[in-house]
């Protein structure tokens, strides 16, 4: 069973920055397609963005220019830089394959208000 772990969320202010970690303990880790998913209290949880194992990206319209998807196939990871931050991104975020193939992990909560 893969085990996800999400980290760096946190209280921002509008216009501010954070970068999201996610490590995963997956064999062959490099050959998925990886995504970072955010659910707000209510809602459904969404796809933001996904990285394929070529680093091709794609983005949700609501966070296209602001939030950038990387990954680092040597530490299992994927990262989430976001920037221009806005209270509509409040959520807790979780990464996962774009099939959303594995156990869930316990998410990061970032929160976005002044």
């Known amino acids: 069973q893969v085990l996800l772990v999400e980290s760096g969320g946190g209280l921002v202010q509008p216009g501010g920055s954070l970068r999201l970690s996610c490590a995963a303990s997956?064999?062959?880790?490099?050959?998925?397609?990886m995504g970072w998913y955010r659910q707000a209290p209510g809602n459904q949880r969404e796809l933001v963005a996904t990285?394929?194992?070529?680093?091709?990206?794609n983005y949700a319209d609501s966070v296209k220019g602001r939030f950038i998807i990387s990954r680092d196939n040597t530490k299992n990871a994927v990262f989430l830089q976001m920037n221009s931050l806005k209270p509509e991104d409040t959520a807790v975020y979780y990464c996962?394959?774009?099939?959303?193939?594995?156990?869930w992990g316990q998410g990061t909560q970032v929160t976005v208000s002044s």
């Open positions: 990285i394929s194992r070529g680093a091709s990206t």
């Open positions: 997956a064999r062959l880790f490099e050959i998925y397609t």
């Open positions: 996962n394959t774009y099939q959303a193939s594995w156990t």
